[in-house]
């Protein structure tokens, strides 16, 4: 894909208004309210798996309206007891279609020392890679293929309502394990998984930083319409035969924009883009950054598409996350 | 596309074994019987339309679980009496992803003097077109994008159970109207619509004649690898992903699969076939015509790909109905 | 398609100068009078069909140099009396590479109380749907594959020079009908049928009103290379090999751009456009409307690509042209 | 493109029935005597080109009808007259869309000691290349894009009768030059070019060889639907709106079919095929090549597509030419 | 993809007759002998990585002809002496296109308790993940884009007579360091590395076992031209242009198939394949599992393309594995 | 494709400052001084080919380090002495991916009577056309598919050093031959000829002319990542793999870019551009060709992609290139 967006310092400084709900905030303390009722406290399986180095437990948690929600937890094996007693941890959320598949796909942080929880996304998980196990037990109104519009009539129906409170309880629930040192938790998250991950350090409090790479799900009224390609394009698709239903679904939408869930963040936080993204455009990644309300920094890959920094920017996060829990 | 299936003296006499679950019958019976536990009578409004020759109401019937399900009924304006009190009537069922839309985009069987019903598809109907207006209320475990492995884990969880029980369900709630001859009721469909117009077909009994057009969701063993494209292309990604649930995944599919049903049909059918057909392979549908338990024809159209007849084919149906009936 | 144009607050303000010769009126009152020494009055054939409730006709009428042109001519059926004895009429012009297909394809007008003529496009008909039945006996000159370039070296010879004749023919046709009000008459098409409506408007006289939905053939100085679609495309891939002929073929094409014929509309107009469209980008579509000489409304689908806005359209088109007749 | 065809052993001996109409050698006969009451003789213009070293000539020849067609005629420039007095010809065909172009596009022939008459396609030549001066003055009944369906409906106006028959008249105005030896003329040509030496060469008499690479327009009732390229394509889009055309129309190319020529072959030829070639499938090549009355050889490129030999094929008919006119 | 290759049944029994040069054990013989004049001991640098939990190391082993192909080596970290003193080992190669990368992305055999070898494919790195870093100081013949087709003109110069010594020395590396069990060495790969583990399985000694999954570089003879995506249609492409080097490529070839290769093995294998694999059709990769002359397992996943069992089979991987050092 | 760059007024106006190493002349001086210690006459075989007219010669001459590189040389014929002793010579050098192939397909100078000679690129010639017949003894660190990258890491290395060094050295060649005037020697090329051209142009002294044609390799750091387009695009693929390496890539090929080369011309030009070229963007091409130190004419076809003017284009150099050599 050729270049498709603004150039780099026209990027450096995009901090479009974005509409924002009178009652943001309020539908977010209302939702998260309801699920608390729920217990904190994940139910935890020891998987006998290969992987002889890695201790692996087979989680699952009460996410949106108390639903289950499975995980993975992973510590490294700490044969004499040379590691601390509790461990900083990192909650990951996953790509658009992806489930959480198995325990050795997930392994960087865990081979780096922090206990680490990998989030299965509700009714996702077949798309690519190994599979998922969470269900989304509810339905929706008319919607087109995929993930995007269900339930956008609404913002108290919408899909990814109940996907982002799971994200929270995934918080709350490692924060409730022995080994973790609920003081030293950091989010991260690739696309959908960098939206998600956004949306859950705004919506926590606490955490020690958030790592979006490439995110989806943040601009949306630049997004939908300037990409053909899919996830955003699901809601092009949806307009297209819901004519009359433009304004309905942006409203819905901005209940669950990127850029208004960074305006509230507290934690530090480290981004990345591709210039060349043609999925979710380097204009909307940079809109989220640039209203981050908290300090902020940027990994700019240059001729990179959605894949981003991949493997090379795992060494820039570690080294990064290192600072933020030394600092 | 070229020619991509057998040759067409081949397909006449393709009769494939297709595997048939002990209790297809069993599950079918139980699951119309809980429906109907739910009435038949749908709640008709007359529609305020441009069409000033046609008397439209919007209906809602019960479905599945007598979920609300939504359709168009459609009758000539009769200014003067010169028609029949009850007119024999033809329930039409929507292709994937299409919606009911407007009334006035299926106005060729209420010129040609019929009662007319189509029935929008749950939870579909933004995918192409004007829109649907019917909700899917069930959730689902872990899916691809698309219906056709929403639930796909179980018979009972399957989507198409609830999609064929509404079908079943229109035709309950059609004969219950003043003007429709309950007795002269005929159900068709193009693809998705064949497909459920076959399923509705068997499962309701005293219909004049079923008329699926290049219909999908046939003879799943063979259709599902065969061709590349969707939908039967997301069963492929499905089990490209869920490795371990190929067996399962057939399992569900035979409680489902239009082979069975034709197996099962009482009244005579028109059938029609595009011999370049990459969406719904042609001796998939020769199979669940060669196995029609009834009389059964098929138009073959030797240069189409999944369009099929078109609107030459509606006059092939006008005929060939209005033989039935006066037979 | 992502969105490739201008946004719309400028595209409601785009009116481009569009190159116009000197001889345009001239050009085309010879080519009329030239045609209108054949007769105005069609051939009508009454023909049997499934479609009780609607009478139909098989028409010809004399369009460009007196060639046999076909049509289809319906009115709902009346059997009492009750409605008027002449009706207001809709004519409507076809998309490109489609004919005239069956009259069963065409419900809409007649069944919303119109007497309706749907005009076959001569030498086309072969590309899509259910077939034309109209010959083009003029051969041309060097072309590319398509009608775009045909007789391109000359407005004398150039294919729509034949095809905008045909279209006032048909309307002179059909004001000769019995049944017709031949003060009421409105012409409408979709796509190339919307070019062919504009032309059409301009150069006849009092009709009631026009409605051109996302038209063709309009600006084609810039359409011409800003998007890589057919059937623009077709006048690129011309002139990438005839490398002498671009302004010759301009200076062609100038005789037949929507933009000028807008500037001498004497009825009212409803638009409509796809502002995600590829093949007619919005801003040639804004030309055109922007400079009709008479009122004009334009209904704007923001994500719509060239199929604009379908059923939701014409419920829109039946109740603005119900104002204009009540006007 | 991957192997599509038969195995090679299998194609060097596939000699299928081909439909051949009764009167075939009558239409024929007919066609070719109703033209020939125009006179041979082409008028000549020397052009002026930057090639010194060739004489080149400007062409107008009558073709079908008399109708005026374009050729390049070109022989080396021989300043002390070195060469013999007549020189043996080469008269060659072009591929689908294209036109003569420039002189200096055909050079190969004249470069090795020929006299060399290159004709232009009648209304083609904007496809590709440089572009071409022939008009086709026959209008059509209603056909797809493309040039293969334009009269379709019957052999008397097909398309092709016009081209084959301008074919016969070029090597009929070759031969009344005073430069060419008459006794030894050739025909090549590729693609639709090898389906129009094909003809020339069936329907002319006395020729030294015939080299048809690739041919195109041969064994239509498998070509057809077998690829689903363009041209044949073309035929298939066509019966798939025509849909109760396909009898006709296959009829209709039975009098044009390269097999059918092949069996009347009188001279030598030298075929080329390439084995993944998926414009003019294997098969059918070799069809054509199996049935060829006189003598012929064939030239297999295995991984080659349409494309087939290019430059080295022309290595090889050159000295395959040579043994035949020395022989 | 839909299936494009013979059913299970058929490659399960398909064991082919693949052309073998009469020099094949001496061209290898001479090859590795050659190379083995350079000492086997790699050099080793400690990395400093995020890997708190993994000993890094960066290695350089002496290649073909001595040239430097770089590595990375892995153990877990074992802080207080819990793990055998020499541990098995696992050496990989990588699929076409990549590089090294990081060692972070290679953590799966080490967090199972192995000590792993990565070894970079020379020349390569530049085409997806995260790069390279050994360069292949040996130039070419006339080549096409790609490595498929260097040096193809003659066995000792084509590229993957330098790969395939690589990756016998590889494991001649691993075998002299300190912590490995060089009685218990496995070759593993995906892709073009499973063609590499099968030729270093034939040439090496001694293995525990080889697990190539989907492997590239078998069975030339079909796979060129069977399939039309790369690398094997670099092949095509390349004879495509050299129409005479057909015989002189596939004789090259030859001496690198993995049929060939298979029929040497003398260590247990255990395959994988897709059904639906369009880069590496199912038939090749039978052919080289169904020649291993020794035993031989394969995993068989119906719905795959050439991503074959990607997490699930590390799964069966590890597990099969582990029973084979256990047995 | 669509227009993709700017406006025709802006084209002729752009100048952009591009970066030029300090050492560029001094880089340029050093590599062409250790070339020409080869020496620089070429070996020259009569060919013996079918074309008659023509004298061709099979040429080595010595390239970069005296690599030995192929061409073709040509003249016309010249039995009777009618032609000069020494002739003025075309230089042409290929397209990306093109071998020399056969002496046939390059007759248009020679027909022209012009000495020529045809340059064989080194490595290249297996991806289109009729093969080369040069190797690239040199290999590379890591790169991608393609030569756009090979050595990439400094500009010693660099694949095209030893591209323009092997291309100044052919006009040291051609002008040590007979019948060549070495006072009148024009270089041309197309793409990367024109590119080629553009060096040997600047890097040679006393040539009368260059006609570069749609010319590649000039104004990298706008072309890559401008267009989606190889080859522009394997430096792309290069750097989203290598991403650390984006500095010293462009440094790389700031020793290499045309627009540099064009500020050091000495000899009059004629460019080609095409604007809607999406593989050579016209920006690039008229950076170079308005930083052109001499004169500099541009044809401009407004209507084309890549293939530029083809064979009108050659008219016009040829009238051109006689103006030059009479002037």
Known sequence: MPRLDMPLPELTQYRPAVSEPADFDAFWQRTLAESRLHPDEPRLTRVDSPLSEVEVYDVTFNGFAGDPVKAWFMLPVDRAGFLPARLPAVVEYNGYGGGRGFPHEHLGWVASGYAYLFMDTRGQG????????????HGSGPAGSGFM???????????YRRVFTDAVRAIDAVRTLDRVDPERVTVCGGSQGGGIAIAAAALSTGLVAAMPEVPFLCHFERAVGMTGNDPYQEVVRYLAVHRDEVEQTFATLSY???????KRATAPALFSVGLLDPVCPPSTVFAAHNHWAADADIEVYPFNEHEGGQGHHFVRQAAWLARQLAG
């Open 126 to 137: 077949s798309g690519w890679g190994s599979g998922g196990d969470t269900a989304d037990p």
């Open 149 to 159: 519009t269900r339930g956008i009539q609404s913002p108290d129906d919408y899909y």
């Open 256 to 262: 669950f924009d990127g850029v208004n869930f960074a």
